[in-house]
């Protein structure tokens, strides 16, 4: 009979290649944090610029409405009644909101206050909400100008 087979496994000796179980456990939950972190990164990010997108949209239909008001103010008397003094950003009211669709087919409230100032200046704020928000949208952006009406 061979010596070599009657050999029983024993320790592990300084020589001997491979890994024991408990190495490679070890590895396997080293991987499994490091893949979970970067899911929980991919995820921040995919969020973040979910809320960059909506800002943006957000800015556009705000800046749209403004530029709307000045121009109203540079026609004369076409449309003004728009930046008659008045109006709320906490509640729409007639003449001062209005309800437009984004690039996106998002839908947003814009409330404007208009207050009078010396001569035919007006100071204007417009406030931009979403009309159905979800969890990651941003609560409203506002934007303030002066419009001079000729």
Do not use: C
């Not at 979910?50 to 556009?60: S, V």
């Not at 026609?75 to 728009?82: K, R």
């Not at 406030?127 to 934007?143: E, S």
């Amino acid at each position: 009979m061979d010596s070599r087979m009657s050999e029983k496994p024993g320790p592990r000796r300084p020589g001997m290649a491979g890994y024991t179980i408990i190495e490679l456990i070890v590895a396997l939950v080293i991987l499994t944090i490091g893949i979970l972190a970067a899911i929980g990164l991919i995820v921040g990010v995919a969020r973040t610029q979910q809320r960059a997108t909506i800002r943006a949209e957000m800015t556009e239909v705000g800046q749209s409405k403004l530029e709307q008001l000045r121009a109203y103010a540079t026609m004369g008397a076409a449309d003004t009644v728009q930046l008659l003094a008045g109006g709320s950003l906490i509640t729409s009211l007639p003449n001062h909101a209005d309800t437009v669709t984004g690039g996106r087919n998002r839908r947003f409230v814009l409330r404007w206050d208009v207050e009078g100032g010396p001569y035919d200046l007006r100071e204007v704020a417009i406030r931009v909400l979403p009309l159905n928000p979800v969890r990651d949208d941003l609560g409203k952006i506002d934007f303030h100008t002066r419009v001079y009406i000729k």
